[in-house]
Every structure is written in C-alpha cells, then in structure tokens.
T-cell receptor, first 115, second 112 residues
Framework: GAVVSQHPSWVICKSGTSVKIECRSL??????MFWYRQFPKQSLMLMAT?????????EQGVEKDKFLINHASLTLSTLTVTSAHPEDSSFYIC???????????FGPGTRLLVL | SQKIEQNSEALNIQEGKTATLTCNYT??????LQWYRQDPGRGPVFLLL?????KEKRKERLKVTFDTTLKQSLFHITASQPADSATYLC???????????FGGGTRVLVKP
C-alpha cells in the first residue's frame, strides 16, 4: 500500500514553454500533497503544500505564479512550471500523506531539463 | 534558523558490519523524526518514524534512536548488505501542516 506515482518520469522542453507534472496516490486518499525540488547532490527542498480543494501554501522564495499547483481531488495533484527556463531544470518530487498521519509517501520523481 | 546536519561524507562499510548514521539538529523541537532511503534518480522511500517521546524504534535490521536532549538521532543498519547501499535522509516534522524538513543525507556504500 501507499503507492504514489508521477508522470512524466522525465521531460525535456524548450525555454519558455510550460510543463505539467502529475502526482497520484494510487491506493489511498491523500488530503495533503507536497512538492519538492532536488538539485544534484543536495537534499529535498519543499516548494509547496497542497491541500485538496484549497489553494496551495508556498514556501518562502517560491514563486506561486511560476509554479502552479492544483489539487483537484484526493488522489491527484499537478504542478505546472510556467515559462520554464534552464535554471528550472531539476528533479521534482511529490509526496502524499494520509489524513491524520505524519508519514509522507513519495513519488518516483520527474527529471526536468529545460534547454 | 533551523539546521539539520547529517554526515556529508560517504560511509564505506564492509558487508555484515553495522552502519551507524547520525542526524543532529538545532533550533528545532520536532514532534517526530523520520528516516528515508533514496536511490539515485528515485524518490525517497519511507523507512521508520520515531516520535519525541520514544527512545528507540526497530524494523527488521534497522534501528533508530531519538535523543531530544542531545538533539540527535542515530540510524543503524545491522548485518549490512550491498543492497543497503543508498543515501539515507533524516527528516524532522511536527510543524504546522506536518511539513518535513530534510537533512542533506548520508551516502552509504556496503562493500561485499
């Protein structure tokens, strides 16, 4: 149990385009999903917390207009990187949490390369 | 500001030995601490959670201790195997929204 999927697993795009990443909890309902970014040889940095049916809460320094998050259902959250630039190239990972629990279950990650 | 420190140097260990990793933190009073395993190019995998009122937790060959006075957690892998080679992350939680703050991770390499 507690499986989280992400799609796509990797994406290459041109500078200026937008990229959407999906995060799904496959066998449980996730009232809260989290989006992280990880640069090479660094740890996970939380970008935003997403609660189903409400607006995401962004961490300091993360542009909400650039990283659009939608959590429309208890099993799906999406992250859209708008007008992507090479500095947005990174490994994006989502996690999902059962209601009333502390453990976060992570997706396999999405590697984004912006040319 | 909050700080979580894990040994950034890789831990090389012989198969069968016990690997011990440390996680130290400052300016934080976590309600719980979690350990994750991360393989290259993959998302973290949850291993263990230990709460502030617990001293020790075990799961198969894994053992975690939590000392809130020392502000430290130790993570042990007993009878280590080459398949245990990965990066191990500690994460502190309990803040509003149950957010996790991650340490930088320690890479473990178990040699046969």
């Amino acid at each position: 149990g507690a499986v989280v999927s992400q799609h796509p697993s990797w994406v290459i795009c041109k500078s200026g385009t937008s990229v959407k990443i999906e995060c799904r909890s496959l066998d449980f309902q996730a009232t809260t999903m989290f989006w992280y970014r990880q640069f090479p040889k660094q740890s996970l940095m939380l970008m935003a917390t997403s609660n189903e049916g409400s607006k995401a809460t962004y961490e300091q320094g993360v542009e909400k207009d650039k990283f659009l998050i939608n959590h429309a259902s208890l099993t799906l959250s999406t992250l859209t990187v708008t007008s992507a630039h090479p500095e947005d190239s990174s490994f994006y990972i989502c996690s999902a949490r059962h209601a009333g629990t502390e453990t976060q279950y992570f997706g396999p990650g999405t590697r984004l390369l912006v040319l | 500001s909050q700080k979580i420190e894990q040994n950034s140097e890789a831990l090389n260990i012989q198969e069968g030995k016990t690997a011990t990793l440390t996680c130290n933190y400052t300016n934080y009073s976590p309600a719980y601490l979690q350990w994750y395993r991360q393989d290259p190019g993959r998302g973290p995998v949850f291993l263990l959670l230990i709460r502030e009122n617990e001293k020790e937790k075990r799961k198969e060959r894994l053992k975690v201790t939590f000392d809130t006075t020392l502000k430290q957690s130790l993570f042990h892998i007993t009878a280590s195997q080459p398949a245990d080679s990965a990066t191990y992350l500690c994460a502190l939680g309990g803040a509003a929204g149950n957010k996790l703050t991650f340490g930088g991770g320690t890479r473990v390499l178990v040699k046969p």
